[in-house]
């Protein structure tokens, strides 16, 4: 059977910004290596428009840390990070206005986190630490802002 292509659609994912901090006081020889994850997603898209511009920051250990005080980080900390994507998506006549805001909230985070996965693999692998993924997010908990280019 033949796939049927979505009426959701997206231009390829763009890395927008990347810090990438390693941690120098980390134990690889600690079994439990710390990764906290937030996510942001901000939505711009016009009134009307059947296209969404969508960014999602990405912060890793983030928290945990003062950028100029690395050396106070724990050492189960191997490293911190703030990561944007951005991707433009767009859609056609079949959806529901509710439908495209669920969309925009959890299916396009998601896509834009998948091409983010091997930056953070390639990064951590060119550092030297141990192989580490992010894990799987639920995107419910996704904090998301909507905006209109206007604001």
Same mark, same amino acid.
């Given at each position: !059977?033949?796939?049927? $292509?979505?009426s959701?659609?997206f231009?390829n994912?763009?890395?927008?910004?990347?810090?990438?901090?390693?941690?120098p006081?980390f134990?690889t020889?600690? $079994?439990?290596?710390?990764?906290?994850v937030?996510?942001?997603?901000? @939505?711009?898209?016009?009134?009307e428009?059947?296209e969404?511009?969508?960014?999602?920051?990405?912060k890793i250990?983030?928290?945990? @840390?003062d950028y100029k005080? !690395?050396?106070? !980080?724990?050492?189960? +900390?191997?490293?911190?990070?703030?990561? /944007?994507m951005n991707? @433009?998506?767009?859609?056609d006549?079949?959806?529901?206005?509710?439908? /495209?805001h669920?969309?925009?909230k959890?299916?396009a985070?998601t896509l834009?986190?998948?091409?983010?996965?091997?930056i953070f693999?390639?990064?951590?692998?060119?550092a030297?630490?141990?192989?580490m993924?992010?894990?799987? +997010?639920?995107?419910n908990?996704?904090? @998301?802002k909507?905006?209109?280019?206007?604001?």
């Amino acid at each position: !059977m033949k796939a049927k $292509k979505s009426s959701f659609q997206f231009t390829n994912p763009k890395l927008i910004s990347n810090i990438f901090q390693l941690n120098p006081c980390f134990d690889t020889g600690l $079994k439990s290596n710390t990764m906290k994850v937030d996510l942001e997603t901000i @939505v711009f898209q016009e009134k009307e428009e059947q296209e969404a511009t969508v960014f999602l920051y990405i912060k890793i250990n983030a928290d945990e @840390v003062d950028y100029k005080n !690395m050396e106070d !980080m724990s050492d189960d +900390i191997p490293f911190v990070s703030n990561l /944007i994507m951005n991707g @433009v998506f767009f859609w056609d006549d079949d959806f529901t206005e509710e439908q /495209i805001h669920e969309l925009l909230k959890q299916t396009a985070p998601t896509l834009l986190l998948s091409y983010a996965r091997p930056i953070f693999g390639n990064l951590i692998s060119n550092a030297g630490l141990p192989n580490m993924q992010i894990p799987f +997010i639920n995107m419910n908990d996704n904090k @998301v802002k909507f905006m209109n280019y206007d604001e």
